[in-house]
């Protein structure tokens, strides 16, 4: 008999990871292992448990968010877990960010039970799982052009990802405040992005940054 897939939930609402883990309870071939309410939990579980996948949301409150939980337990020690984001949150920079993170698969909550089972063995075995929506928002993207900034978007967006503030940028860049709002209007607007987190991301994946 195969060993059943260990599972780890980090979910920072109990009701949700009540109803989960009676969800996942149903599958004769998966076992939670823990569960945990937060990203700095979640990371200390992990190196106790060892699941082989880790079923994480997006937006756990305090603490640090799911992408830099993902981003830590995707870049520590052997054998990483293989995570599996499962949120409600669809929109373009959530994905990228959570793809770049390391993420295995990006499932939405409103997904059918079968759905979920299936992209936890596609993730146990280290196999891309997707949600309808989001592949199809993945693969719109990879299909449209990369969008075109002036040369001062590309210089406010260089101090976007050095992590400067609003009156840094327009001390470094000799320009008002104004000005760099109106500029960053303009660039979430092209990005398809509404944070400075981000557009960073996006501008990353798409090679905008040097």
């Known amino acids: 008999m195969t060993q059943p897939i260990r599972i780890l939930l980090c979910d920072d609402h109990v009701v949700v990871r009540a109803g989960l883990l009676a969800l996942l309870d149903s599958a004769a071939d998966i ?24 079923l994480m949301d997006l937006q756990l409150g305090e603490g640090i968010d799911g992408v830099e939980t993902t981003r830590r337990l995707t870049s520590g020690p052997e054998p990483t877990p293989h995570v599996l984001v499962l949120t409600t949150y669809d929109t373009d920079a959530d ?13 939405l909550k409103a997904e ?12 146990a075995e280290g196999r891309t799982a997707l949600s309808a929506p989001v592949a199809s928002r993945v693969m719109a993207n990879m299909r449209k052009p990369r969008p075109t900034l002036t040369d001062r978007e590309r210089d406010i967006l260089a101090q976007l990802a050095h992590g400067l503030g609003n009156r840094e940028i327009a001390k470094a ?4 405040e104004a000005t760099v709002k109106t500029h960053l209007g303009r660039i979430y607007d092209k990005l398809g992005v509404d944070t400075r987190a981000g557009a960073v991301s996006v501008a990353k994946e798409q090679r905008l940054l040097p």
């Open 31 to 54: 076992e939670v292992v823990g569960e945990a309410g937060g990203g700095e939990e979640a990371i200390a579980l992990v190196a106790k448990v060892r699941p082989d996948v880790v």
């Open 95 to 107: 994905i990228t960010r959570a793809i770049e993170a390391g993420a295995t698969g990006y499932l």
């Open 112 to 123: 059918r039970p079968e759905e979920l089972f299936a992209a936890i063995h596609a993730a």
């Open 173 to 176: 860049l000799f320009i008002s």
